[in-house]
């Protein structure tokens, strides 16, 4: 059935078109659709991205992945007894054999609380059972929680509160329980 030009201007006005075209939405929902279904490609491939950047206008999606493992360079040696910089990250040091590193599996920024006022999920000393929630990392607006890999006790936190943090980076150690 043909689309008389009456039609045509009163679906203009509410968005769509006579061709099917989706209604104009607000930007943030457009965005927040684009997150989901990038979230959803991520799931759906054998290993995490190394970058991801979303386009508005034009619409369009980038996504990095890592290239082959190369030998990273030397940690820098701060001189004995000297303290690290303000505001600097610690260095990824190999964890000890009887612990087991809880790594960020994504890029975002890390919380050890699940609200700014709670008290943090977790603290150095406290036993958790595998799958227990310990963190949160936050990528694209999204709550991602951060699990348990083993139960035991937390032996350490390597990343600040509130800060950002970079795939594979170290979070949290755990000791195995038994």
Known sequence: MPVSN??????????GS?????PQND?????????????????????P????????????LEIE????VQDPAPPLQAPAGSAPPAGSAPRDEPAPDDVVQVKAANVGTFYLRPEPSAA???EVGDTVAEGRQIAIVEAMKLMLPV???VAGTVTAVHAEDGTPVEYGQ?????RPAG
Request: charged fraction near 25%; hydrophobic fraction near 40%.
């Open 27 to 47: 930007p943030n929902e457009a965005l927040d659709g684009m997150c989901r279904n990038v979230l959803r490609l991520v799931e759906a491939l054998p290993g």
């Open 120 to 122: 943090p999920f977790v």
């Open 170 to 174: 170290p979070l949290l150690s755990i």
């Open 6 to 15: 009456a039609t045509r201007t009163e679906r203009d006005a509410e968005g």
């Open 49 to 60: 991205p190394l970058r991801i950047v979303l386009h508005l206008d034009p619409p369009g």
């Open 65 to 68: 992945w890592p290239g082959p």
């Open 147 to 149: 699990e348990a890999p």
């Open 18 to 22: 006579a061709r099917g075209r989706r």
